[in-house]
Every structure is written in C-alpha cells, then in structure tokens.
T-cell receptor, first 109, second 113 residues
C-alpha cells in the first residue's frame, strides 16, 4: 500500500516563510505532486518533482529526495490568500496518484 | 465549457436511493478519475479510466460503479446509497499517463441520510 504523511496544520504570519514536509513509502515512485486546495474548492496544481532537487516557481518551491522518501513545499512571502490546504501526492508503480491527508496552512496578519 | 464540469453541485439523498454523479471534460484527456474526500483522510481514488471503453477499480470502489462510453464523460453511480457515502466527490482528468498531472472538477457535495 501507499503511505504518505504530512502535518495536519501549520500557522504562520503574513510575510513569513513556511515549509510543509511530506514523507512517503510507496510501491514504486514515478513522481510527486503538490496541490493547493482552498476551502470548498477543487485542488489545483502547484508543482511536480520527479528528480532529486529543488524546483522553484515564484514564491513557491518544492524539494525532493527520492532516497529519503521526502519532499517539502516552501511558501515564501506568505500572503493571506495562501491560507489553504496543501496536498502531497505520489505516483506509484500503478501510475495512479496517492494523496496525503493534506496540511492546512493558516496565515495570520 | 472549459475544463471539467460536475453535476450536481450538491445533493441530499435518502439511503437506498440510486444516484448518478456526472462529470464532463472538454480537454480531450484520455484518463479520468473519481475521488472522494473526507475530513482527515484526504482524497481517495474510487474508480478510474485510462481511455474510453476501459475502467478500473481504485482504493475504495465498493458501492460505486462507473462507465466510459466516450472520451468526455465519466459518470459515477451509487446503486443504493448508504450514509457512509456522504462525502465530497471530485472528478479529475489527465493527459499523460506517466506525468499524470490531474485537473479537478469543482466537486459534488453528497449527503446520504
């Protein structure tokens, strides 16, 4: 089976940086996604990592270490609109996405 | 239409009733998926289809069925709804089998009483 772990909740101040960790134990590995989901809305794509290292996209960066089964999503210069759930998802050998339970980030003024 | 649409937006259903959730995409994606999202459990795959005419079971398929008669539509049917099927249901689609970036519909909030 697939096991994907991420913290349930995190709180940070506007303008700060937050790092959301994700660890996974899956049957094979073919890539890792991060999705953002605002309350009551659909998940939307943030980032994709398949090779080790850091992928940067504006204020958001995602890191992957395949040997450690570990990823993180880094959110910089936090804004109020970044308050949302962040979902870590891994593609296993069956090429289907397995999702973690999500991390709810609350940004405070 | 742009992207993925789902209908209905929300529904309250009596236990034992039959219900079909509709999903349509206009991106000509080959693969489509149905997930349910429950608090604390994240998104769980119910059924999927890699291409028109084929379907497969996901992590939690019991009590649900799907069909894929064409590329665009992927309905999910609950033959006899039970309260444990109360959830938010998301349909998704993807173009590439290996990268599998999935695009999600707006969701259907289903309550079974």
């Amino acid at each position: 089976g697939q096991n994907i772990d991420q913290p349930t909740e995190m709180t940070a101040t506007e303008g700060a940086i937050v790092q959301i960790n994700c660890t996974y134990q899956t049957s094979g590995f073919n890539g890792l996604f991060w999705y953002q989901q605002h309350a009551g809305e659909a998940p939307t794509f943030l980032s994709y990592n398949v090779l080790d290292g850091l992928e940067e996209k504006g204020r958001f960066s995602s890191f992957l270490s395949r040997s450690k089964g570990y990823s993180y999503l880094l959110l910089k210069e936090l804004q109020m609109k970044d308050s949302a759930s962040y979902l870590c998802a891994v593609i296993g050998d069956d090429y289907k996405l397995s999702f973690g339970a999500g991390t709810t980030v609350t940004v405070r003024a | 239409i742009a992207g993925i649409t789902q209908a209905p937006t929300s529904q309250i259903l009596a236990a034992g009733r039959r219900m079909t959730l509709r999903c349509t995409q206009d991106m000509r994606h080959n693969a489509m998926y149905w997930y349910r999202q429950d608090l604390g459990l994240g998104l769980r795959l119910i059924h999927y289809s890699n291409t028109a005419g084929t379907t497969g079971k996901g992590e939690v398929p019991d009590g649900y069925s799907v069909s894929r008669a064409n590329t665009d539509d992927f309905p999910l049917t609950l033959a006899s709804a039970v309260p444990s099927q109360t959830s938010v249901y998301f349909c998704a689609s993807s173009d590439s089998l290996d990268r599998n970036e999935q695009f999600f519909g707006p969701g259907t909030r289903l309550t079974v009483l």
